[in-house]
């Protein structure tokens, strides 16, 4: 039997693979697993729940609701709100636990279900096989009377929030006209808000949830509406942020994209220049572009590298102690501020560095060189053999060598599918357009799977 909780909690097709029984019988183990300290305590689980404005999202987070105080957990709604903000919630009020109902940058068809445990923090692999063994199992609490739990209206949840971020600038933003694309999502009810306190002049687009158009055309996946809209209205920058806004990505001045990798290389010297970069370390995930270890390499900047995955940075940012982390899709996690990635908070730093040294995103983003990259999903291969298929290992050495150090090669395989992900850098694209093809060749030649498979 597949294992029920991915890389970031339980994601499906909503009212199909996400159903009112599923969510309604997660938050039952849940409760068992992730209120057991309290109740060991001698006193009632409390637990924030918090969703993304899809329309699915009401009668999911409507279920969990059910399945929480049912079972015995005071419910917190804070009703649409960004991950991020979920996260800080719970930590603030010192809540128990926590449940996101989401599905990120996804279609609007899609949701999906986190849980946190205290502190806002993502839970390990462990405690979400032991919620999926109890849902399994089918075990639940059944209090009566006055111990079941409540359900109250988080009624100043934006605010706290809102408040909280604003004491993370190190700069006001005055003077700076920054256009917010919201992705129809959740930070639609609180990034124009944020920026404008702070003293930006702010145009917003995407920021009319429906219930179907969340991420349909905008957002962080699609930043051609963005990238127009800059140079039609004379902005110094644009933030775009996706559906649940954990995640920024960015577009100067010109239109130019400038991506989670040059996010990264601009806050993490903007933290070193305060003293404030820990160990003077910035951690990555091994997707990040070789531009961004070159351009930190120069400046005397250690990047740690991590398995792809936003928990995989985390993991590394507390084990070490350090103070940023990101991946190239723009979640970027700053340990101080934050226990997952926050796309507010991102823009929020990114706008505030152009505010404190008086330069445009393009002359801070140029720090980073960003290589060609070619991605190529090997299909029908046999992913596991990946590892131990001499072949394979001598031609990723052979082209790692031609590369040299103006390059590089990555061969992953799929967590889910019959694919290996090929991955080439190179100083131009012809070069790592022809290096890539041949190691996809290589893979499809030694990896092939039985015709019958």
């Given at each position: 039997m597949p294992r029920l909780f991915g890389t970031d909690g339980v994601r499906g097709l909503a009212n199909?693979?996400?159903?009112?029984?599923?969510?309604?019988?997660?938050a039952q183990a849940a409760a068992i697993v992730l209120g057991e300290a309290a109740r060991a305590a001698g006193r009632r689980p409390v637990a924030v729940l918090a969703?993304?404005?899809?329309?699915?999202?009401?009668?999911?987070?409507?279920a969990v609701a059910a399945g929480l105080s049912s079972s015995g957990i005071d419910v917190y709604d804070a009703g649409v709100i960004p991950t991020p903000a979920a996260a800080f919630l719970i930590a603030d009020i010192g809540a128990d636990f926590g449940v996101m109902v989401s599905a990120s940058h996804?279609?609007?068809?899609?949701?999906?279900?986190?849980?946190?445990?205290?502190?806002?923090?993502?839970?390990?692999?462990?405690?979400?096989?032991?919620?999926?063994?109890?849902?399994?199992?089918?075990?639940?609490?059944?209090?009566?009377?006055?111990?079941v739990g409540r359900v109250t209206r988080f009624a100043d949840a934006e605010d706290r929030y809102v408040v909280h971020l604003l004491q993370t600038l190190p700069a006001r933003l005055d003077g700076l006209h920054v256009v917010l694309d919201c992705?129809?999502?959740?930070?639609?009810?609180?990034?124009?808000?944020?920026?404008?306190?702070?003293?930006?002049?702010?145009?917003?687009?995407?920021?009319?949830?429906?219930?179907?158009?969340?991420?349909?055309?905008?957002?962080?996946?699609?930043?051609?509406?963005?990238?127009?809209?800059?140079?039609e209205v004379g902005a110094d920058v644009g933030i775009a942020h996706d559906g649940d806004a954990d995640r920024c990505l960015a577009v100067?001045?010109?239109?130019?994209?400038?991506?989670?990798?040059q996010i990264m290389a601009v806050l993490a010297l903007a933290l070193d220049r305060r003293g404030a970069l820990t160990d003077r370390t910035l951690v990555a995930t091994v997707m990040s572009n070789l531009g961004l270890k070159i351009a930190m390499a120069e400046r005397g900047i250690r990047m740690l590298e991590t398995k792809v995955g936003d928990r995989y940075v985390l993991e590394a940012l507390n084990e070490h102690g350090?103070?940023?982390?990101?991946?190239?899709?723009?979640?970027?996690?700053?340990?101080?501020?934050?226990?997952?990635?926050?796309g507010i908070l991102t823009g929020l730093q990114l706008v505030a560095e152009m505010a404190a040294t008086g330069k445009t995103l393009a002359e801070l983003a140029s720090v980073v060189t960003v290589l060609p990259q070619v991605l190529i999903n090997v299909k029908g291969v046999d992913r596991a053999a990946l590892s131990s298929n001499d072949a394979v290992a001598r031609a990723v050495e052979e082209k790692s060598a031609e590369l040299g150090d103006t390059g590089r090669v990555l061969l992953r395989?799929?967590?889910?599918?019959?694919?290996?992900?090929v991955m080439v850098e190179?100083?131009?694209?012809?070069?790592?357009?022809?290096?890539?093809d041949e190691l996809a060749d290589c893979v499809r030649e030694h990896l092939a799977l039985p015709a019958s498979v």
């Open positions: 199909s693979d996400v159903t009112v029984e599923l969510s309604l019988g997660l969703r993304d404005p899809r329309i699915s999202g009401e009668f999911i987070s409507a996804n279609p609007a068809p899609d949701n999906g279900i986190k849980f946190f445990a205290s502190g806002g923090r993502k839970l390990p692999d462990d405690v979400e096989d032991e919620i999926e063994r109890v849902y399994r199992k089918g075990d639940m609490l059944r209090p009566l009377g006055g111990d992705a129809h999502g959740a930070a639609a009810g609180v990034s124009p808000d944020v920026f404008a306190d702070a003293g930006a002049r702010v145009t917003v687009i995407g920021a009319d949830p429906d219930g179907v158009n969340i991420n349909d055309g905008v957002g962080s996946t699609h930043l051609d509406h963005l990238a127009r809209k800059v140079l100067d001045h010109e239109g130019n994209v400038v991506d989670g990798d350090l103070s940023i982390g990101g991946e190239q899709s723009g979640h970027i996690i700053f340990s101080e501020f934050a226990t997952t990635g926050d395989p799929s967590g889910t599918e019959p694919v290996v992900r190179a100083a131009d694209q012809e070069t790592a357009q022809r290096v890539a």
